[in-house]
T-cell receptor
Framework: DAKTTQPTSMDCAEGRAANLPCNHS???????VYWYRQIHSQGPQYIIH???NNETNEMASLIITEDRKSSTLILPHATLRDTAVYYC?????????????FGKGTHLIIQP | NAGVTQTPKFRILKIGQSMTLQCAQD?????MYWYRQDPGMGLKLIYY???????DKGEVPNGYNVSRSTTEDFPLRLELAAPSQTSVYFC??????????FGPGTRLTVL
């Protein structure tokens, strides 16, 4: 799986859009970008994933650059409950039946 | 649905003791996984299973064993506990190996 690079931490004001970047310059053509988050002491939670087109669901939007070397997760109206560690993961869709490779992620802190 | 459940929530072991961490899911998922998370780090895959009777090693399998006799259950066995196994253990399941659903975790301390 390709390696990803994320900022260690970020702040965002409550009610504003939180934009979390991820660099994955070595991504392969058949690898997807996945985002998970982990609220303190809880198990990780799936957010969204995509290949090359922008994706949106009820939680977030995923914007992938045309060259696919980077992406941005957007939480449109951040709330205090969005404070968590966000993980960007690159892998083949469905994987090789194996698990996820987690880095250290970005600690997003939503400020009131 | 209860989703993914894990027991116990907390456990303290002495060096050399053994124990089984229980994991169950009621979503009829074929894929199940065990991860460990050390303080300040991301999760690392210990073992995974693609269905009943099939298991395979992940990134850090040493010191652990698993079995998958049913679709619902995926227990993780520690035979000779060591301080290096102090960690938080997460079980997860998935229908198609894309979206994984995680349990609440088991916090294990080995003294």
């Amino acid at each position: 799986d390709a390696k990803t690079t994320q900022p260690t931490s970020m702040d965002c004001a409550e009610g504003r859009a939180a934009n979390l970047p991820c660099n994955h310059s070595t991504i392969s053509g058949n690898e997807y970008v996945y985002w998970y988050r982990q609220i303190h002491s809880q198990g990780p939670q799936y957010i969204i994933h995509g290949l090359k087109n922008n994706e949106t669901n009820e939680m977030a939007s995923l914007i992938i650059t045309e060259d696919r070397k980077s992406s941005t997760l957007i939480l449109p109206h951040a709330t205090l409950r969005d404070t968590a560690v966000y993980y960007c993961i690159v892998r083949i869709s469905g994987g090789g039946a194996d698990g996820l490779t987690f880095g250290k992620g970005t600690h997003l802190i939503i400020q009131p | 649905n209860a989703g993914v459940t894990q027991t116990p929530k907390f456990r303290i072991l002495k060096i050399g003791q053994s124990m089984t961490l229980q994991c169950a899911q009621d979503m009829n998922h074929n894929y199940m996984y065990w991860y460990r998370q050390d303080p300040g780090m991301g999760l690392k895959l210990i073992y995974y299973s693609v269905g009943a009777g099939i298991t395979d090693k992940g990134e850090v399998p040493n010191g652990y064993n698993v079995s998958r006799s049913t679709t619902e259950d995926f227990p993780l066995r520690l035979e000779l506990a060591a301080p290096s196994q102090t960690s938080v253990y997460f079980c997860a399941s998935s229908y198609d190996n894309n979206e994984q659903f995680f349990g609440p975790g088991t916090r294990l301390t080995v003294l």
